[in-house]
């Protein structure tokens, strides 16, 4: 259960930009292979406290076995970090110096076969990180199975970027009624069919988008975002820092336009940090991962 495989991104650029000390007091609002919670622990040493959030069981046993010799000085709790404001407060951790979003899905968790959240692997059609990722338990296969074809269309569109959106609803609509879509290949394998041959030259697998589409829209990740980033400003100390890594332009859009138009924030990153070709190199996910930080007046 230990044995983590994800390497997390932008590690260096993440802790010089959030100007981690000893003492401080940091939340990491996204656990998961727990990287980048260490690193806080051990720049904030001797006596600094980091609180971390998972919605993902699993990877708050992984980080309790890897962080157990920091003792007190961090907690661990099973939360979605649209709640850090409210969770902060209960477990005396207001005010911090620094937040931490890294909105990318853990390796650890795209291997879980049992979240459903990668075609590559077939598993049940599920695409929630945990109970706790959205309020009222959706799920992909509720999603496919029920919604119509115009609510389809619309997250496929909206949250998957695909030009093939309405296509693509229309044709879920009529083979739902011949079976039902229960598990990932059901449904990697239905698009494969339902799309042009030659989709993308053949550089994109024809579900990509679509699994995106989905996962977003189950794991209500657009409007937690916007959720965090208000609630991080009612519990960082004057001064105090957000940085939040993002993987596609949906996220980066939602956090550009925050640090800009939201009055409070002062933007500390004129363009995002992406990864060095180093990084990329070492880590092939990096390649999409961008960082912003800004600081709350």
């Known amino acids: 259960m230990s044995d983590a495989i994800h390497q997390a991104v932008l590690v260096e650029d993440t802790m010089r930009l959030l100007n981690v000390h000893p003492g401080g007091t940091y939340l990491d609002g996204t656990l998961g292979g ?59 951790y207001v005010p911090v110096d620094g937040i931490l979003l890294d909105l990318g899905f ?33 799920t992909a296969a509720d999603i496919v199975n029920t919604w119509s074809a115009q609510d389809l269309e619309r997250i496929i569109r909206d949250y998957g970027e695909e030009r093939y959106a309405w ?10 009624k011949l079976k039902t879509f229960a598990t990932t290949h059901d449904l990697a394998n239905f698009l ?68 800009l138009d939201q009055e409070g924030w002062t933007p500390l990153t004129k363009r995002p940090i992406i990864a060095s070709d180093e990084e990329c190199r070492i880590n092939p996910r990096a390649r999409s991962a961008k960082l912003r930080v800004a600081s709350w007046n």
Do not use: C
């Open 106 to 138: 853990s390796s650890d968790q795209l291997v879980d076969v049992s979240k459903g959240l990668s075609f590559q692997q077939n598993g049940p059609l599920d695409m929630r990180l945990g109970v706790h990722a959205n309020e009222d338990g959706l």
């Open 167 to 176: 296509k693509i609803a229309q044709a879920i609509i009529v083979e739902r």
């Open 192 to 259: 494969r069919l339902a799309l042009p041959t030659g989709y993308e030259r053949g550089r994109l697998h024809p579900a990509t988008r679509t699994f995106q589409a989905l996962r977003i829209a189950v794991n209500d990740e657009l409007n937690t975002l916007q959720t965090a980033i208000r609630a991080a400003s009612q519990v960082l100390a004057p001064g105090g820092r957000l940085a939040i890594i993002s993987f596609h332009s949906l996220e980066d859009r939602i956090v550009k336009r925050a640090f």
């Open 34 to 92: 727990a990287t980048h919670t260490e690193e806080l622990l051990k720049r904030s040493a001797p006596g600094g406290r980091v609180l971390s959030f998972d919605v993902d069981t699993h990877a708050l046993q992984r980080a309790s076995e890897r962080l157990r010799a920091y003792g007190s000085r961090w907690i661990g709790v099973e939360a979605n970090f649209r709640a850090l404001d409210r969770v902060a407060e209960q477990q005396g």
